[in-house]
């Protein structure tokens, strides 16, 4: 079976994510890794309150690491090397400015949040 656009980008980053050197390409990449760090957020927390609206209706790029910044930085994210792979995603968003400057693209934040990259 085909792959769509989603799943093509999911498949391309769970092995450059692994590299050294990587970085975020575009916007899709961004909002796909969003979803992740999101995702593995809640699954840390699933006891703890949380809005996935309040981030797919971001209406700015500082809005959106704004809120992220504030889920995400009571973590220690360990040497493991699950721990060192989502440091190294979240710092490559929080350096990222995406060409979009409007609304994120909800389609792979959503699809972020359901695939696991870091598994």
């Known amino acids: ?12 980053l769970k092995v450059r994510v692994k590299e050294e050197g990587f970085e975020i390409e575009n916007d899709r990449e961004y909002y796909l ?7 593995f957020y809640k699954k840390c927390n699933n006891k703890a309150p949380f809005n996935f609206n309040a981030y ?8 959106l690491k704004n809120k992220l910044e504030q889920i995400l930085k009571h973590f220690n994210f360990g040497k493991t090397n699950t721990g060192v792979l989502l440091e190294k995603c979240y710092l490559k968003v929080k350096e990222y400015t995406p060409q979009n400057k409007g609304v994120a693209d909800q389609t792979y934040l959503v699809g972020g949040t359901v695939l696991d990259l870091f598994n």
């Open 33 to 39: 890794l969003i979803g992740q760090l999101l995702q």
């Open 1 to 12: 079976m085909p792959k769509n656009e989603l799943g093509k980008i999911y498949d391309a």
């Open 56 to 63: 797919a209706d971001a209406k700015t790029d500082r809005v």
